[in-house]
């Protein structure tokens, strides 16, 4: 479904993504782990078509997006939910779901469907998005990319910084759309929440996809795991 | 005249500045909010409006001429500073400080044209009515409260119209802003340019529409003045002056802001000038921005921060 294939991008001349190959299926959970500054965020920006790649290609589903111009690549049907939120401050909560669902197809239901993961956020539709708790934002964040009914989801660390409540919220959350086929690439740096969600892990060392395995075969073999993370 | 009338006096003039300071500071509050651009031709497009008007109310006399220039100066105006976006903004990236030398370079380029085809006259622009109305002032005679008609208080009903199409203008700026989904998008793509874009926003687009509808609100602001004002290649750089004064008070890129520091600026400037004299009223408000810049250098409005 999302294949990402021999990606290149870095910023100005420095290259920081030296050719990175990876495929999720539909209604697989792919975890992308490594050390701060290995390139996590900027293979998923450069998936987004918010860097332009210097080379390789990146496809969801038949559609070639790497080609598109950047604001053409959501409508394709990749949802972003980036590090840090990055929600639209000024914008009530409500506006920061309509953003979402004009990039895709769906409509009132849609957004009811969205709204029914989130009651917190059904009950501040008319709050300022800044105003909201980190983990309110957190949600808001992930309510927007799904409002736009995305095929693929590229989640940057979306359980930075939560409470385990609320990380469990959001985790339930991205198990329910993976049984309804979306293909989700997950960075996450705890090994625990990996384990309890992933399909398969990748790890990424320094700009190259170090090692590749099952979470099973990571579960039996943790140890694995600390060579890449550093802890 | 007494004190009371001619304060009243005052503060209609100071009104229909505030009107029209209001329009232009607007777009020029928009463009910056949403481009992160700060644009010096700000007041070349205001000039242009009006010297538009000109053209237009000489090509079609009486009142049916005036109405065309309201529609066509903004306009065209627009459509130019799209076309300027597109050939000159976009290919410096929107970067904040070379669009600053880009546009003063357009300023230039848009006076000296309108110099070599319109010429160095000042020319007036007939109102398409301007009837005078005298108003009453209220004073305690010997038989109690009663209504006088003092010499020389009035305004007209141009400048009533003025303060009133400009309201109306500003309200319908406001409910497209809030209320419409090009307006969202506008909000969202000012709130953070990337994640519009990672949410299907052409950015660029919105950029060049922002930057048109900016210009067309200094346009439209000057074919309403250009009745009280006459049409001038030069007259930009006051509004734009002032303009940059209303943005910094009220806070880059806040509309509410720009509003209130727009009657604060527009007002004090009409009563200012009465009383005293224009150029006191211009060292006020300047010192005001200092104070400002000192102060809260977010503007009244501004949010903190970016
Ligand atoms: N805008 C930028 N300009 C220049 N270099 C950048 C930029 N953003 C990231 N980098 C560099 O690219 C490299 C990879 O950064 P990236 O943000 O992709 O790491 P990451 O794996 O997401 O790290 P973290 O776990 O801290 O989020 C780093 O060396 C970083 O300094
Ligand atoms: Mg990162």
Redesign the pocket.
Known sequence: MLRIADLRA???A?E??HGVSLSVAPGEILCLM????????????AAMGL?APMGGAVWLGETRLDTLPAHRVPGAGLGYVP?GRRLFAGLSVAENLDVGLMAGQGGAALREEVLDFFPRLRDRLRQRAETLSGGEQQMLALARALCLGPRALLL??PTEGLQPSMIAAIRDVVARKRTEGVAVLL?E?RLDAVLSVADRVAF?EN?RLAEEMTAEALRAERTRAHRYLGV | MEFGPHLMLATLEGAVTAAVLALTAAGLSLVFGVMRVVNIAHGEFFMLGAVLAWWVTQAVAGPWGFALALVIAPLLVGALAVVADVTILKRLSYDPERTIVATIGLLYILQQLTLMTYGPDARPVVAPFNTRIALPWLERGADGWALIWPWGLGTTTYKLAVIGAAAAVLCALWLFLARTRAGLVMRATQADREMATAFGVPVERVYALTFGLGAALAALAAVLIVPIQQAHYLMGADPLLLSFIVVIIGGLGSLPGTLVAAVLIGLSDGIISVFFSPTLAKILATLLVALVLVFRPQGLFGARGR
């Open positions: 870095g910023y100005g420095a920081v993504l490594g050390r701060n500054g290995a390139g996590k965020t900027t293979l998923l920006r860097l590090q940057d660390e960075v740096q990424l700009g």
